[in-house]
């Protein structure tokens, strides 16, 4: 029988702060897919500072116009999808990503649900992400409510503040410890 996969489908991805790939230096990704077959997600604090209306000038006047535009990832940055997440009263957020249009509009009632539009996404061939995890690239951790309205750099320095404030202070000494 096969053991259990660890699935990280979920939780958050925070790299590490020497990442040298400049797609993830201080990136946080909210994974949604993983599995023997590989790993997908999306980077949670690279917002494009415009919303949809701004890009897709036939949404203006829609419900979707204000929808906030973020850069998903590396992967297929030609194309867009809707993503977002709901905390219930407990538990974990309920994730859903690839959100239809007629869907999007629809959740854009829903006053707890955080819709986004992710341009691009991150995605991981099988056995990719466990060895960067081996090799340490990445801190995981668990998506909760309370930073589900960090963005850009301070939900980066907020988790890794949280999960390993020990990788900030080497993030913070001189490539030279001479000049300690």
């Not at 599995?35 to 949809?52: Q, S, T, W």
Request: some cysteine; aromatic content about 8%.
């Amino acid at each position: 029988m096969a053991a259990k996969f660890p699935s990280l489908a979920g939780q958050l991805l925070i790299s590490h702060p020497l990442q040298q790939d400049e797609n993830f230096g201080e990136t946080v990704v909210l994974m949604h897919v993983h599995d023997r077959e590989g790993a997908m997600g999306v980077i949670l604090n690279r917002p494009m500072g415009k919303c949809l209306g701004e890009l897709k000038v036939e949404l203006m006047g829609s419900p979707l116009a204000s929808i906030p535009l973020h850069l998903g990832g590396p992967v297929a940055t030609d194309r867009m999808a809707f993503g977002g997440w709901r905390f219930g009263s407990r538990g974990p957020a309920a994730l859903r990503y690839g959100i239809s249009e007629a869907e999007a509009i629809e959740l854009t009632q829903d006053e707890q649900f955080h819709l986004f539009a992710f341009v691009g996404y991150a995605g991981w061939s099988p056995g990719q992400l466990e060895q960067e995890l081996k090799q340490k690239v990445w801190v995981t951790a668990r998506f909760e409510r309370q930073h589900e309205h960090l963005e850009g750099r301070n939900l980066w320095l907020r988790l890794l503040w949280q999960h390993r404030p020990d990788l900030l202070l080497e993030m913070k000494s001189p490539e030279d410890l001479g000049l300690n």
